[in-house]
Antibody
Framework: QVQLQQSGPGLVKPSQTLSLTCAISGDSVSSVSVAWNWIRQSPSRGLEWLGRTYYRSKWYNDYAVSVKSRITINPDTSKNQFSLQLNSVTPEDTAVYYC????????????WGLGTLVTVSS | QSALTQPRSVSGSPGQSVTISCTGTSSDVGGYNFVSWYQHHPGKAPKLLIYDVNKRPSGVPDRFSGSKSGNTASLTISGLRAEDEADYYCCSYAGISTHVVFGGGTKLTVL
């Protein structure tokens, strides 16, 4: 059974960097058949896919156009986890952030973390 | 504004059936058979109910079924139970650039 354990601060100041980590158990971040995603949910924007990282002989990343200039998703093979960094945050980035496994990377989100509410406020 | 349009709420009595629609475009729902549905009880992790329009992961009851016609996908829940009361979201693959888009979610109330 795959489990995703999220960690990171719940409060970030405007213009600073939002950082979250997702620890994986029951699978490997280097698995060649899946992808590891970050998705957020807010009342104003609903569910929004942010980006993903995956390994196919080498590492790849894809990011949503809406955040592409501000986002980095990195795998950490030594700890079997992956991370999200979102720079220059504004109150619009306030949301519940989920780490999610895509079991067949065309949008088959089969395992989700519990979510982290991140509030952007001074 | 979500890319896919869902009704904000639906309701039904125990034992009845309800259908939740998810309307997109030919660039997402209508263009690919990669529609999935998720059940979300507040405070819990969302759960995959349906993938590839009408396939169920193991462990999901056959009371949950999916279909698609043109640019609209549908989730039908038959034999409603109290525990089905939750938020339901649709999702569609939308091509290499966009990857996936979601619906705004539908709140199901079991009366």
């Amino acid at each position: 059974q795959v489990q995703l354990q999220q960690s990171g601060p719940g409060l970030v100041k405007p213009s600073q960097t939002l950082s979250l980590t997702c620890a994986i158990s029951g699978d490997s971040v280097s698995s060649v058949s899946v992808a590891w995603n970050w998705i957020r949910q807010s009342p104003s924007r609903g569910l929004e896919w942010l980006g993903r990282t995956y390994y196919r002989s080498k590492w790849y990343n894809d990011y949503a156009v809406s955040v592409k200039s501000r986002i980095t998703i990195n795998p950490d093979t030594s700890k079997n986890q992956f991370s999200l960094q979102l720079n220059s945050v504004t109150p619009e980035d306030t949301a519940v952030y989920y780490c999610v496994r895509d079991g067949r990377p065309m949008g088959l989100f089969d395992y989700w973390g519990l979510g982290t509410l991140v509030t952007v406020s001074s | 504004q979500s890319a896919l349009t869902q009704p904000r709420s639906v309701s039904g009595s125990p034992g009845q059936s309800v259908t939740i629609s998810c309307t997109g475009t030919s660039s997402d729902v209508g263009g690919y058979n990669f529609v999935s549905w998720y059940q979300h009880h507040p405070g819990k992790a969302p759960k995959l109910l349906i993938y590839d329009v009408n396939k169920r992961p193991s462990g999901v009851p056959d009371r949950f079924s999916g279909s698609k016609s043109g640019n609209t996908a549908s989730l039908t829940i038959s034999g409603l139970r109290a525990e089905d009361e939750a938020d339901y979201y649709c999702c569609s693959y939308a091509g290499i650039s966009t990857h996936v888009v979601f619906g705004g979610g539908t709140k199901l109330t079991v009366l």
